[in-house]
Nanobody, 129 residues
Framework: QVQLVESGGGLVQPGGSLRLSCTGS????????IGWFRQAPGKGREGVSC????????YYTDSVKGRFTVSSDNAEDAVNLQMNNLVPEDTGVYYC??????????????????????WGPGTQVTVSS
């Protein structure tokens, strides 16, 4: 079973940047659909981005398009979420999770957290002046 851990959260001012990493426990993450989700206080978990590295496909929710980018290292044992031009609405606990590939689109998968069976413990991102 894939075990994931997030890192890289912190406190940043509006307009700043953070880079989150999602590391797998010795597995190549390229085969899986990797999702980045966030949960703001008092709100449900929202799909931010879902990618399938082996085919080079990605999806971003509208509110982060043009600001967030997912990448991986050469060994595909980490998936990174580069977050630029952060706004207070980006505040929340960020999670990465893995799901088996399916015929559904990445957008569809990103909207259904029940498809993801491996979740990291999360990392806090706070955007505040």
């Amino acid at each position: 079973q894939v075990q994931l851990v997030e890192s890289g959260g912190g406190l940043v001012q509006p307009g700043g940047s953070l880079r989150l990493s999602c590391t797998g426990s010795g597995f190549s993450l390229g085969y899986y659909v990797i999702g980045w989700f966030r949960q703001a206080p008092g709100k449900g978990r929202e799909g931010v981005s879902c990618v399938r590295l082996v085919v080079g496909s990605s999806y971003y929710t509208d509110s982060v398009k043009g600001r967030f980018t997912v990448s991986s290292d050469n060994a595909e044992d980490a998936v990174n979420l580069q977050m630029n031009n952060l706004v207070p609405e980006d505040t929340g606990v960020y999670y990465c999770a893995a799901a088996a590939p399916s015929t559904s689109t990445l957008e569809t998968m990103c909207r259904d957290t029940s498809l993801f069976y491996s979740w990291g413990p999360g990392t806090q991102v706070t955007v505040s002046s």
